[in-house]
């Protein structure tokens, strides 16, 4: 097997996309659903044999089928979509002679020709999660008397933020979308890991004198995060 294949397996509630794959860090057979794909994404140790993952799918079906079930319809970038930014909703609108994309009395007026709606609609999401976030973060080092090197934003599926040892921030662009009580959390999370690189104790002390909304944030995120993949 590649370090990745895509299919579709058919289990007792229908087709479902799989993606397997191969990590020479994984230490056991895991499984996951991806929301974005509305599917499954089995990894595999290196040693490990297909069969063994192929086994836990079919083990699996009916949980994978509830979890599924549960997914919200996917919402695209389209005229008269209702999108989030900061957990608020705001109906998509083409404005061909509007300029910049922007808010405007419940509505995100998008400038440009109708085939590069969509496009237009995800850069303006991603420059927002950069200034949002990013002021977040500088804010919050500088009250906690750290310096933040740099902030970039990504669409990742597995993680909503990331901090490395010599002080950068990454940020998934959808998280712009969640509620701005979840963005603060999130953004003091990743704070916190330029002083401690890992999740003891004085780690979630300092979590906790950056924001207020540590439990809010990760239950959120927990029940409704998965949500945010399915929008774009």
Same mark, same amino acid.
């Given at each position: 097997?590649?370090?990745?294949?895509?299919?579709?397996?058919?289990?007792?509630?229908?087709?479902?996309?799989?993606?397997? %794959? =191969?990590?020479?860090? @994984?230490?056991?057979?895991?499984? *996951?659903?991806?929301?974005?794909?509305?599917?499954? &994404? /089995?990894?595999?140790?290196?040693?490990a044999?297909?069969?063994?993952?192929?086994?836990?799918?079919?083990?699996?079906?009916?949980?994978?089928?509830?979890?599924?079930?549960?997914?919200?319809?996917?919402?695209?970038?389209?005229?008269?979509?209702?999108?989030?930014?900061?957990?608020?909703?705001?109906?998509?609108?083409?404005w061909?002679?509007?300029?910049?994309?922007?808010?405007?009395?419940g509505?995100?007026?998008?400038?440009?020709?109708?085939?590069?709606?969509?496009?237009?609609?995800?850069?303006?999401?991603?420059?927002?999660?950069? %200034? =949002?976030?990013?002021? @977040?973060?500088?804010?919050?080092? *500088?009250?906690?008397?750290?310096?933040?090197?740099? &902030? /970039?934003?990504?669409?990742?599926?597995?993680?909503?933020?990331?901090?490395?040892?010599?002080?950068?921030?990454?940020?998934?662009?959808?998280?712009?979308?969640?509620?701005?009580?979840?963005?603060?959390?999130?953004?003091?999370?990743?704070?916190?890991?330029?002083?401690?690189?890992?999740?003891?104790?004085?780690?979630?002390?300092?979590?906790?004198?950056?924001?207020?909304?540590?439990?809010?944030?990760?239950?959120?995120?927990?029940?409704?995060?998965?949500?945010?993949?399915?929008?774009?």
């Amino acid at each position: 097997m590649a370090d990745q294949i895509m299919e579709t397996i058919l289990l007792q509630h229908g087709p479902t996309p799989v993606q397997w %794959r =191969r990590s020479a860090r @994984a230490r056991r057979i895991s499984l *996951r659903i991806d929301p974005r794909a509305g599917g499954v &994404v /089995v990894t595999l140790p290196a040693r490990a044999i297909e069969a063994a993952g192929r086994a836990l799918v079919h083990n699996h079906a009916g949980w994978i089928g509830e979890r599924l079930s549960r997914l919200p319809q996917p919402i695209a970038f389209v005229e008269g979509a209702d999108v989030p930014l900061g957990g608020d909703w705001f109906r998509i609108r083409h404005w061909p002679e509007g300029g910049a994309t922007r808010v405007d009395q419940g509505c995100l007026l998008v400038g440009g020709t109708p085939p590069a709606l969509a496009q237009n609609v995800s850069d303006f999401m991603q420059d927002e999660a950069r %200034r =949002r976030l990013g002021a @977040a973060a500088v804010r919050k080092a *500088r009250n906690a008397g750290l310096c933040v090197r740099k &902030v /970039v934003v990504k669409d990742t599926r597995t993680r909503w933020g990331s901090c490395t040892a010599d002080g950068a921030l990454m940020f998934c662009w959808r998280l712009v979308m969640a509620p701005l009580l979840v963005q603060d959390y999130v953004v003091a999370h990743e704070v916190a890991h330029l002083r401690h690189m890992n999740h003891g104790a004085q780690f979630w002390a300092l979590v906790e004198e950056l924001t207020p909304h540590r439990e809010a944030g990760t239950e959120w995120l927990a029940t409704r995060g998965g949500s945010l993949m399915r929008i774009g």
